[in-house]
């Protein structure tokens, strides 16, 4: 997974006054991005004064946008100073990139690989007779994507998917939904591709026991087990109360 399909908004400073009237007065900088290597670094300089912007600096088009006679006065005055130009034009590197490398070290470039589960479950309708949910769970950033696969050929009907859901703990879940009919000898796999992953992750649905199967058999086992245990314990009692008898002769 890349970056070069995400817009990103990673910094916003904002300095705030208080005028002698009582008004507020504050400034938004932001620098936004959609690659890694920053060739598409924006910086987006909002000047707002009663919670009305009045001017914004882009450095894309390189030139203060004034929005109220004020600012259309200050706009054509910044935008004619040379001396102004060059120092805005200069904090997309200053400033942005130079702070956007340091994002990108220590939050944007730390993943969490997702584990994923592969199970059946109860359709949601009564078009196809069987269900599958593929869920991943844990994993960092939240970017991720989930697709179905059948016989390696990607399936896109009947197909629902839960958005990136936040655990509270930096971490996200998602969960998709397969409904369809089974054909014998079919392959049905679940595809994951995140940032952690070097390659796609692909699990294969195995269909030859079915999951109640597994758990009857799972529950058989245990009390196979169980029914073992009680009978070696019942075994071992009657031993030792029998080797404690006398034996009296009959006439």
């Excluded at 005028?19 to 959609?34: I, K, L, Q, T, V």
């Excluded at 009680?230 to 009692?237: E, H, P, S, V």
Aim: with cysteine; hydrophobic share 35%.
């Amino acid at each position: 997974m890349t970056l070069s399909n995400l817009k990103c908004t990673l910094l916003l400073v904002v300095f705030s006054f208080y005028s002698a009237d009582g008004y507020y007065y504050h400034f938004m900088s932001e620098c936004r991005y959609s690659w890694k290597d920053l060739r598409d670094m924006e910086l987006i300089e909002r000047r707002i004064y009663n919670k009305v912007e009045y001017a914004r600096y882009n450095s894309t088009l390189k030139k203060f946008i004034g929005y109220t006679d004020h600012g259309v006065y200050n706009a054509e005055k910044w935008n004619s100073d040379p001396a102004v130009m060059a120092q805005m034009q200069a904090e997309v590197d200053r400033y942005c990139k130079h702070n956007n490398a340091i994002y990108y070290s220590n939050i944007l470039e730390k993943t969490a690989e997702p584990y994923i589960k592969l199970r059946s479950a109860k359709p949601a309708s009564s078009k196809h007779p069987a269900m599958l949910v593929c869920s991943a769970f844990d994993f960092y950033p939240k970017a991720i994507r989930v697709t179905w696969l059948r016989d390696g050929e990607e399936v896109t009907s009947d197909v629902t998917s839960t958005e990136e859901l936040s655990d509270g703990d930096w971490y996200y879940q998602v969960h998709s939904h397969l409904e369809y009919t089974p054909k014998s000898g079919e392959t049905i796999s679940c595809k994951v591709e995140h940032a952690s992953f070097p390659q796609p992750k692909v699990v294969d649905w195995d269909p030859s026991m079915p999951e109640s199967e597994r758990n009857k058999f799972a529950i058989g086992a245990s009390g196979l087990v169980l029914g073992v245990i009680i009978a070696a314990a019942g075994l071992i009692y009657y031993k030792k109360k029998s080797h404690g008898r006398i034996l009296v002769p009959q006439s």
